[in-house]
């Protein structure tokens, strides 16, 4: 038995090495060029062994990974990477990519993707367009950084004057801005007749362009030969190669990168000192300045109000460009378009939201989003414009119906800085009483709807004619000060004592006793009022601080937060006085020594 198991042993050392071989492609040894071995027994020397794990997955040269783990090691191989740092480049000079397209094959999908958040709107609506504004954004793609642009779905058989043949010239009039465009097309849907004419479309208006075709909704097609075919078809387009992408599930995103890379990195290197940021020394000292004054941060301003009542002309009147989509028609706007500009040496984020509605729980497809969209920049911003229609005001008996009390009372709940803006005053120009009675009826309502906060600023405008554009913009920079105001502790202090002071109080022994009263934050202002004492300030003492506070530091239109604490008098009595314990007094005698506590005397 035991001459048996050392030949099995033997045969099984001989297999291992061919073994090996087959599975790493090396060549077994003829038996000539093997070296002469003695036989089996006492005298052979024992063969060198391979890893238990040269067949599982293992190689004996690199000893790495072939199996599963082998190929999420894969995975995680960075890119390669870019040799620019686009993260240091000024936003104006990097490189522009609009994304184009019929409608519902994915644009606004894939602008959410480069952006890495859900903000423009996405809804399946293939008989109508979600998206009708042009759309910006800082898309992120690996380690590139670029300028998106979403558009409106391109149709170009829409008649003139009509909403998709203002989306098309706006998009038109975008893309001279581009230097690189993204031609989405459904590959479920194959390659329609549409896209073909929107192919000859960008021909037209964009040749300059360097345009890539991206076959959208791809994820579930990789099979039976379904994508080369549809690849073979993108090639009618006449753009080249395309690429097949899932703005959905991210699929296609590494393969976007190869292209753009060595495209964005030639652009780069055409413009002066490659787009880097220059160190300026003004400009580093101002941000210094600055720092500690929250009033000279970017100021984020949002436009709301009812349907149809101006607020995207308006939007276009402060940029003093066509930015958004305007027209008569009534809920023109669906996404909330948000846009910068410089206002006196100020930053300034414009957000024009959809009409605010009413909720009644039957809106469907994209309005109910739209009304999520606009409630959700309201919490957002810092003011909020709430734009009035001055020939409905005009016709009717009040001057804010309930949606637009609705918005008000939101934004100062929410602590937001409130300015009206009163539109279409050129409607009333020829009738002087209805122009009087507006003018005089709009403050007076919005204090009565509004008690808890004074001095809400209203500003007149007619944003057709571009009438009223500073006086908004003073308004709006007066009200974010205010909102942004810190008062010291020593201040409010003496201001306090002059307040109490000529407060008319019921019962001067019942009248409550404030300590201290000092700002805790801005943004709106809050303040603590620290009391000694069981009587605390009641809602009346409390709106007649919130009065004199607005009115003595000419801080009105903003809300005012006032809370009171307790100091407990036990506490503070603790606090002040002395621990006195036992002391031992030495007495003139030799015999002992007393001890003396003075509570006892």
């Known amino acids: 038995m035991a001459a048996a198991a050392a030949v099995l042993r033997a045969a099984v050392r001989r297999c291992r090495p061919a073994a090996g071989a087959l599975l790493h492609h090396h060549p077994i040894p003829s038996a000539r060029s093997r070296p002469s071995s003695p036989p089996l027994g006492r005298g052979r020397p024992p ?38 740092d686009f993260t240091k480049v000024d936003a104006a000079l990097l490189p522009t990519v609009i994304l184009v397209g019929r409608p519902n094959v994915g644009k606004s999908a894939l602008f959410n993707r ?50 998709l043949a203002r989306t098309a010239d706006m998009t038109g009039n975008v893309l001279a801005r581009s230097q690189f465009a993204i031609f989405l097309i459904d590959v479920r849907d194959g390659l329609q007749p549409l896209d073909l004419e929107v192919g000859q479309w960008l021909r037209k208006h964009a040749s300059g362009i360097h345009t890539l075709v991206a076959m959208n909704k791809s994820e579930s097609l990789d099979e039976h030969g379904v994508l080369t075919a549809a690849a073979g078809e993108a090639h009618k387009l006449g753009f080249g190669d395309p690429v097949a992408i899932s703005a959905e599930t991210g699929l296609g995103m590494a393969e976007l990168y190869e292209v753009f890379r060595p495209l964005f990195e030639e652009y780069m290197s055409q413009l002066p000192n490659n787009g880097l940021n220059q ?37 276009n009147t402060l940029l003093q460009e066509q930015r958004v989509l305007v027209g008569p028609e009534a809920g023109l706007t669906r996404d909330s378009i948000r846009a910068q500009f410089q206002f006196d040496n100020r930053t300034v984020y414009l957000v024009d939201t959809a009409g605010w509605m009413e909720r009644s729980g039957k809106e469907k497809g994209p309005a109910s989003l739209s009304v999520v969209q606009s409630r959700k920049n309201l919490m957002r911003a810092h003011i909020v414009a709430l734009v009035l229609d001055a ?79 500073i006086a908004v913009m003073r308004q709006v920079i007066d009200t974010y000060e205010n909102w942004c105001l810190r008062l010291s502790t020593s201040r409010l202090n003496r201001w306090l004592r002059k307040v109490m002071s000529r407060h008319s109080w019921k019962d001067s022994a019942t009248q409550p006793k404030v300590k ?22 009641s809602d009346t003492d409390i709106r007649f601080l919130t009065k004199s506070l607005k009115e003595d530091f000419n801080i009105g239109g903003i809300p005012i937060r006032i809370v009171q604490r307790s100091i407990p008098r036990k506490a503070s009595a603790k606090s002040n006085t002395r621990k006195v314990g036992p002391r031992v007094a030495r007495m003139k005698t030799d015999k002992r020594v007393t001890v003396s506590d003075p509570s006892l005397s």
């Open 47 to 84: 063969l060198p062994r391979l890893p238990f794990s040269a067949g599982f997955g293992y190689s004996t040269a690199s000893e790495e990974l072939v199996g599963p783990k082998a190929k999420a090691k894969a995975r995680k191989n960075p890119m390669k990477q870019s040799r620019f």
């Open 114 to 163: 480069f952006i890495r958040r859900r903000e423009a709107l996405v809804y399946n609506t293939p008989g109508d367009h979600v998206t009708r504004d042009i759309r910006e954004g800082i898309a992120k793609l690996g380690d590139l950084r670029f300028r998106v642009l979403d558009s409106a779905g391109l149709e170009t058989a829409a008649t003139s004057g009509s909403i």
């Open 279 to 315: 160190a300026d020394p003004t400009t580093e000292l101002e941000t210094e300045a600055h720092e500690g004054d929250e009033s000279k941060l970017p100021l984020q301003l949002a436009i709301v109000g009812r349907p149809n009542v101006g607020k995207s002309t308006l939007l």
């Open 391 to 469: 020939e409905k005001i005009a016709k009717s008996k009040s001057s804010m119906n309930h949606p637009e009390v609705v918005i008000a009372r939101q934004a100062i709940e929410e602590g937001r800085g409130l300015v009206v803006v009163v539109n279409k005053m050129d409607l009333l120009r020829d009738n002087q009483r209805l122009f009087e009675k507006v003018m005089d009826a709009v403050p007076r309502e919005i204090q009565t709807v509004i008690p808890q906060v004074t001095g809400i600023p209203v500003v007149f405008v007619s944003a057709l004619e571009g009438r009223g554009r």
């Open 516 to 537: 201290y009263f000092t700002q805790v934050k801005a943004r709106p202002p809050t303040f603590v009022a620290f009391m000694s004492g069981k009587v605390q300030l």
